[in-house]
């Protein structure tokens, strides 16, 4: 297998400050994109879904928890007995203190998905998380959100009784929150997947393959 070139400390070290210069440009933008992300106006979302619960019917306002901001991410339904292997990744990486370490910000957080709590259920059990999941089946709400029959995370906040949703994102913008990703990107042979700009004799594979 390949491995990076050796060169002395010293040449080590220059090109560690380079590559330096550029993380802090690339962590400057990000602060600068999420100032923007602060900005942007938010938009009134329907309120009237009843999504299937393990406790119940609940509403979108419901998932709030009585809290002023939700994030929702909805887990892809590839039919009966299958399982997005994307979102399944995702939501093995998300910790499982995460939706209550958020709850101190504020924030609540949904997993919605488009397939029956009875076949939502199961998985989950065998997966072993605990972060809470809730059944969009019969509703418009994946649709409503844009996302059809993929994947997306949406930003949603609430005043009163009324619901407006402030953001969302998918593909990448959902990717770069993983914090496996978050780690491999640092490391020389990084995701080692075959879209990656690495170079010759990197190990690589399909992702998800």
């Keep these: 297998m390949e491995k990076p070139r050796i060169v002395t400390a ?42 299937d619960s393990p406790t ?19 887990f892809m339904d590839s039919g009966p007995d299958h399982f997005c ?3 399944t990744a995702f939501t093995d990486n998300i910790p499982s203190g995460g939706p209550a370490a958020l709850a101190r910000y504020g924030v609540s957080w949904a997993t919605v998905s488009n397939m029956p709590l009875a076949q939502i259920e199961p998985y989950q059990e065998r997966k072993g998380w605990t972060v809470p999941f809730v059944s969009s089946h019969g509703t418009s709400f994946s649709d409503d959100c844009g996302a059809g029959g993929g994947f997306m995370l ?13 953001y969302h994102t998918q593909a990448r913008g959902v990717d770069r929150l993983l914090f496996i990703n ?10 080692q997947e ?11 594979h399909p992702t998800y393959g």
């Design 85 to 87: 292997p994307g979102c």
């Design 182 to 191: 978050s780690v491999l990107d640092l490391t020389p042979y990084g995701r």
């Design 194 to 204: 075959d879209w990656e700009d690495s170079p010759p004799g990197w190990p690589q």
């Design 154 to 166: 949406s930003v949603f906040l609430r005043a009163g009784g009324d619901v407006y949703r402030t």
């Design 56 to 74: 119940g019917p609940k509403t979108l306002l419901d998932l709030f928890e009585a809290r002023d901001q939700l994030v929702v991410y909805q």
């Design 10 to 51: 010293e040449e080590w070290q220059r090109e560690r400050d380079e590559l330096l210069k550029a993380e802090k440009e690339a962590t400057r933008a990000l602060d600068a994109l999420a100032a923007r992300r602060r900005r942007l106006p938010m938009v009134k979302f329907d309120n009237a879904y009843v999504f």
